[in-house]
């Protein structure tokens, strides 16, 4: 099984994989190079599938599962938002014209990628390439139990140790030593761990059974 979790970071992605017994990580320019070595399951943590209001099923089914942490799920995204406008104030003018809600910063700041991802997606449509949100991931990894935040020292001790018991053998290697001078923090390199387990073994996902399909018949489903 050859298996590779992205995480996306401010110069490109974090991407580890399994390869059978073999796990290594990477960091890439853009999501064709990270995607460019044979696999047969890839999860991304970023959207697939979108409406055209920014609202789906699976956001909203995430969210309730987080609670007290809701707000670790990003909603609203959607194509015609960076399609559109390169203005965040003027692509939430015109979002208030719709009816439809604002754009948080938070999520405008990832519509770059989020295209990115879009674009390959649709260009690649026989690949098997996933949503994945590594905060549902870590959540099941703690069985059912919310998480200190991921950047507070409680909660990337917590991440690491759930890791481990996974069996991420080198992720203090990884955290200390390979990423240094990649740009990438600490946080990206673990939500890619944890993406890369629901890629290899998903174990459940939001909604459950078949994933509705958005205009361009990508599933709107998170794994974990």
């Known amino acids: 099984m050859r298996a590779i979790g992205l995480d ?10 399994f390869d059978g017994d073999r796990q290594s990580i990477a960091f890439h320019l853009d999501i064709s190079d990270a995607l460019a070595r044979p696999f ?6 970023i959207p697939i599938g979108m409406t055209n209001d920014g609202v789906r099923d699976c ?3 995430a969210r309730q599962k987080l609670r007290p942490h809701a707000s670790r799920v990003f909603t609203g995204a959607r194509r015609w938002l960076w399609q ?23 999520l405008w ?19 098997d390439i996933r949503e994945v949100h590594p905060e549902l991931v870590f959540l099941r990894l703690n069985d059912g139990k ?24 080198d992720i203090e290697a990884w955290l ?14 673990l939500d890619a761990c944890a993406v890369a387990l629901a890629a290899r073994e998903p174990c459940g996902c939001v909604p459950e059974g078949p994933a509705p399909l958005d205009a361009h018949g990508l599933p709107m489903q998170i794994w974990f």
Request: charged residues 40%.
């Open 176 to 189: 200390n030593e390979t990423r240094i001078g990649r740009g990438a923090k600490r946080d990206d390199v």
């Open 59 to 61: 956001d909203l089914i």
């Open 8 to 17: 996306g970071f401010s110069k490109g992605w974090v991407a580890v994989s």
């Open 109 to 127: 700041h990832l519509g770059t990628k989020i295209m990115e991802v879009d674009a390959f997606v649709r260009a690649h449509p026989r690949a």
């Open 146 to 169: 919310p998480l200190s935040p991921k950047k507070s020292e409680e909660g990337d001790a917590l991440r690491r140790k759930l890791l481990k018991r996974s069996g991420f053998r």
């Open 40 to 45: 047969d399951r890839a999860g991304i943590d």
């Open 84 to 106: 559109e406008f390169d203005d965040p104030s003027k692509a939430n003018d015109d979002a208030l014209r719709r009816g439809q809600t604002r754009v948080s910063r938070q």
